[in-house]
């Protein structure tokens, strides 16, 4: 069970920049293959009514990547009921329809496809799936500061560039 501190500073950590004041925007990413269909929009029923979701196609020209880089923008105007639970669930639903890897980031955080986890977006990643391994969520700071939590997103980097080399040779724009 969170804290009111912790849900203070995870509250803090999600940013400002929505499209409706005084909401909550949440940064679903997934990566699938880029022959793939777009996966189709997480389950946000029993999220607050007022809860929007968009989608974006991210990256460069498919014939230059391998992958799709999608994210979905969730803005609501409250955390939702069982938080942890409720990430999990739609971290699980991008990887069960074809994302080799989804995570949650706070605003800012995404930098480098060529070098997606780093010691700087660790304590920045508050959730992760992949192929093979179940979601985890990390809302509170401290267990984004776990040695743990960073040895799990390093692996998603390892299987990740190991499937697709050719990613780490992507120049930032």
Known sequence: MLTEDEITDFETGLGSLTSQPGFLRFLLYCIRPNQSADIPPPDLSDWNPRTTTVNYNLGGKPAQWPVVLQLYEIESPSLPDQLEARFQSL???????????????????????????????VPLTYGICYEGFGPIVAVSYKGRQEKSWCEYLFDANSILYTKYPELRMIKKD
Do not use: P, R
């Open 91 to 121: 971290l699980e639903h991008m990887v069960l329809h074809g994302a080799v890897l989804s995570w949650f980031m706070f605003e800012g955080a995404f930098g480098d496809i060529s070098n997606l986890f780093t010691e700087w977006t």
